[in-house]
């Protein structure tokens, strides 16, 4: 028999955090023993949940957390007080936030990511090599679109896609958001990210390579969020099984080589 792991959901009123729970009923070796959210009456029966994370005293073996950076501080507070393993898959931090999770992966051990779908992750692994092939020649640029009630914009997607890709070019490139006016030709060392919001789309990200004559366009679509649950609990089962550190997808990839 698979021992059971105890999860808290942060966040956990939200529309993906509801995905999230419908995906963890169905896993036999997990089990949901609290939310946490400030909106403690949207609360669906299935599990107590807190406004409070310290109104919580029963055990938990792992944190999953697609809440908000409003919510940062307290739960790694509340993280490193009982040393608990953290799934952080909350977007749009500050780069003084981020500093703070890095800070916590001193002492716990965290696993962050922009993006939990093992598409995407695959994607960022070909930009690596792609992006060295054709920055010479090619023009890049990345569309993203999401459904209209997304806070931040560009999505942590987009800027995990840009990052991986000038990180591949030593840091060379400079990003643009988006292009407006009489004056906006494109310089040659740029990365132009944009934004679409509407409707219910879950999720798609392009990265465009235009040369001459040709263009090269690489494409992932969400079809829903399930796939982001999927890779979060995925995630969960293995921070479980690691010392204090900072990890992401690629530390999963690796360990399944």
Known sequence: MLPIIKVIIYGSSGKMCQVLSEQLIKE???????????????NTGLYPVYSNPYDYNGEVDVIIDFS?????????????DRKIPLVIATTGYSDEQVEKIKKASMKIPIFYSSNYSLGINVLTRALREISQMLSEDFDIE????????????PSGTAYLLAN???????N?????????????????????????RGGTIPGEHTVIFAGTDEIIEIKH????KRNFALGAI???RFIITVER????????????K
């Open 172 to 196: 060379s490139k400079k990003f643009i958001y988006s292009r407006y006016g009489k004056d906006a030709k494109r310089e040659a060392n740029e990365i132009g990210i944009h934004a679409v």
């Open 234 to 236: 995925r995630a969960a």
């Open 28 to 42: 036999i070796d997990m089990k949901i023993v609290a939310g946490i959210d400030k909106n403690v009456n949207n």
């Open 142 to 153: 990345i569309i993203e679109k999401h459904h209209s009630r997304k806070l931040d914009a």
């Open 221 to 224: 679509t969400a079809l829903s």
């Open 245 to 256: 550190g900072l990890y992401s997808m690629d530390d999963i990839f690796v360990s399944n």
């Open 164 to 170: 991986v890709i000038n990180e591949s070019l030593g």
């Open 68 to 80: 908000h950076p409003s919510c940062l501080e307290q739960m790694l507070d509340f993280s490193l």
